[in-house]
């Protein structure tokens, strides 16, 4: 099967199934029009389409694994954010909600940004104002990065986020907000299933912190550059990346010396807004 046919075999499979192409969308977390287009073929589904697909119909693992490598036909897909614009941040976070509500494990690495699932409201609104979002996309998508930090606290999940300590001194907010972003991750990193570290600047280093990146499961990475949100199932690129994220691991602080460098950068935020 190769990927133009994938429509018309998803569509077998649900009419198989006994199921309405509502019920299988709103499971999916997509609108009913886009599950249409991709049964007629008028749009090519990526990976992630078809794995939520099959998981609103509850298929096998042996047709799962079929449909999914079919998928994985063009490894590399990318979406220009001026798309992810144009059908609305705030869907885009659903999507993401899905997909990391069907994961078991989650790593982050992250050189530039505090990562959403640990960001405060006013975080939020600062990063995304970059978008020239209307207010009420702006509110529904805040929103919808709220919803998605309840994975923090799910239970069967493993959350590994390595970052970067030049990005927790990259001041996006005015010092109060800053020091309540750092009291954020402090409280996150306390979590049992959550491992947060940071890369100290004085840390001699063997690879370069290029961008973000986040692996799902060892089988699939969301890349993000300045255009566009690219999608990585290719299981050669995952490993690339799986062992780019632990060696950034090995040389990132940990438990008390992690949370020594939180508390430091808090203070020194705290500080200025006392004499600023």
Not at 154 to 169: D, N, Q, S, W
Not at 178 to 198: F, K, N
Request: proline share 3%; charged share 30%.
């Amino acid at each position: 099967m190769n990927k133009a046919q994938l429509g018309t075999a998803l569509r077998a499979l649900r009419q198989a199934s006994g199921r309405e192409a509502k019920s299988v969308a709103r499971g999916a977390v997509m609108s009913a029009s886009k599950l249409s287009k991709i049964e007629n073929g008028r749009l090519a589904p990526s990976v992630t389409d078809v794995e939520r697909i099959l998981s609103a119909l509850g298929v096998s693992e042996e047709i799962r694994r079929e449909y999914v490598d079919a998928a994985r036909a063009a490894a590399t897909e990318a979406t220009a954010w001026r798309h992810l614009k144009r059908i609305g941040a705030d869907k885009g976070q659903r999507e993401t909600q899905a997909l990391e509500a069907q994961m078991t494990t989650l790593r982050l690495f992250q050189p530039a940004l505090v990562p959403g699932l640990l960001q405060t409201p006013e975080y939020m609104r600062a990063v995304l104002l970059r978008h020239e979002l209307s207010e009420d996309v702006l509110a529904r998508t805040i929103n919808g990065r709220l919803l998605r930090q309840h994975v923090l606290y799910a239970k069967g999940k493993t959350l590994r986020f390595v970052i970067t300590e030049p990005m927790l001194r990259w001041r996006l907010l005015p010092p109060r907000m800053m020091a309540a972003q750092m009291d954020r991750i402090l409280s996150a990193s306390r979590l049992p299933h959550v491992d947060i570290r940071v890369v100290p600047q004085d840390a001699r280093q063997t690879d370069i912190a290029n961008h973000a990146f986040v692996i799902r499961d060892d089988r699939l990475v969301t890349v993000e550059t300045v255009h566009a949100e690219l999608v990585v199932t290719d299981a050669q690129d995952v490993e690339l990346y799986v062992r780019k994220f632990e060696n950034f691991a090995e040389t990132a602080l940990r438990g008390r010396e992690m949370t020594s460098l939180l508390t430091e950068c808090r203070d020194i935020f705290l500080r200025e807004e006392e004499t600023g």
